[in-house]
């Protein structure tokens, strides 16, 4: 699937401003954004919901939309999924499924429904259930195993486990993303949720302001975001400003960091360092601080911590400490910083 140079704007309100994404076939690309940036007007473009001001959608090397062009959503070989599945409450799950068959595949549909609920991980007893005897998480996969029956080349996902809570979050991606995986689909799967997005996509693509502002694999996105603000919506993140020192490394309120690569040409910096790199001591190396709050969160607790402490000017970081760490509010520390830093021009 390759979307280029997309625009779109809603009377004045330019909502897409260029969008370039590729997503190579078989593979989970995740388009992670803040509410509101557009992702999914982008995935009802792909869809042919919504035509383009300007730019093209090619799905398998076919233009599907452009100047002159646009297919209708029927003859684009795509399934979509809603927030909310959209299942028909008056059928049967095993009838919802059929009902994403071609027609004439339906009478003789039993094989291929009972299959696709293999696939989404569905006992096959609950083909005779209708929805409203379903969890949240089961609906969504009969949803997606009805998206899934005509054998779609690319499956758009809209928020798809947004209205699920954690426990059945976890479970239905796990098998949504196996499926997809199984059925060999191209998939595009728009989400504001970060763990969401690199967790499952193969690549994460970051939207923001109307642009793909970074297209990354998930580890890389993480590691070496292209801006503060691309790293600040991946992940937690804490951001210091900061001036280069002697070569591959920088000077900050941490201390002097080593640099992850050259870092930029610049003098006055900023660095971004992950709460998980903050290493928490009592008389440790690194630079002294405070503890100013603890949020304590099962397998981890989250520490505010004053460097610098009893300074006017102490400068505030969030570090990620073990569950059982002992430290309270209010206790001397020392914090070091483990592993290379990244650092942008300001
Ligand atoms: N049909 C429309 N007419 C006018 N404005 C629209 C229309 N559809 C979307 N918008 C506006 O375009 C912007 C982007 O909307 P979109 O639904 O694409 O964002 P989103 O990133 O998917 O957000 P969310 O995560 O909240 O669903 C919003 O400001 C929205 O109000």
Redesign the pocket.
């Known amino acids: 699937m390759v979307v280029e140079g997309v625009t779109k704007a809603?009377?004045a309100?330019p909502?897409l401003r260029g969008v370039t994404l590729t997503a190579p076939p078989g593979t989970l690309t995740a388009v992670l954004?803040?509410?509101?940036?557009?992702?999914?007007?982008?995935?009802?473009i792909v869809a042919g919901f919504?035509r383009p001001d300007a730019g093209t959608v090619a799905l398998h090397g076919r233009t599907v939309a452009g100047p002159g062009r646009a297919l209708p959503p029927e003859q684009r070989g795509i399934g979509y999924l809603t927030q909310e599945g959209s299942l028909f409450p008056h059928l049967t799950v095993a009838a919802n499924v059929l009902f994403g068959l071609p027609r004439r595949e339906r009478r003789q549909g039993g094989a291929r429904v009972a299959a696709l609920l293999e696939t989404v991980d569905l006992a096959p007893e609950l083909a005779d259930r209708h929805p409203h005897e379903l969890s949240g998480g089961q609906q969504q996969r009969v949803a997606l195993a009805r998206a899934l029956a005509p054998e779609p080349a690319v499956v758009l996902l809209?928020?798809p486990f947004s209205s699920l809570d954690a426990g059945l979050r976890a479970d239905t991606q796990r098998a949504v993303a196996k499926a997809l995986a199984a059925a060999g689909a191209t998939a595009l799967l728009?989400t504001?949720d970060r763990a969401e997005a690199l967790a499952l996509a193969d690549q994460v693509a970051v939207?923001r302001d109307g642009v793909i502002a970074q297209v990354d694999a998930p580890a890389a996105i993480y590691r070496d975001p292209v801006d503060p603000g691309v790293g600040a919506l991946v992940g937690d993140a804490v951001l210091l400003d900061g001036r280069r020192a002697a070569a591959g490394r920088v000077s900050c309120a941490l201390g002097d960091l080593a640099l992850r690569g050259d870092g930029p040409d610049a003098t006055q910096v900023r660095v971004l360092v992950r709460p998980e790199q903050l290493v928490v001591g009592r008389d440790g190396p690194g630079v002294p601080a405070r503890v100013r709050t603890r949020e304590f969160r099962g397998p981890d607790l989250t520490v505010e911590l004053a460097v610098g402490a009893g300074a006017e000017d102490a400068v505030v970081v969030a570090a990620r400490l073990p569950g059982d760490a002992d430290v309270l509010p209010g206790d001397d520390v020392t914090v070091a910083v483990r592993g290379a830093v990244t650092a942008y021009r300001v």
């Open positions: 809603f009377g309100t909502v954004g803040r509410s509101g940036c557009g992702k999914t007007t982008l995935l009802r919504d809209d928020e728009v504001h939207m």
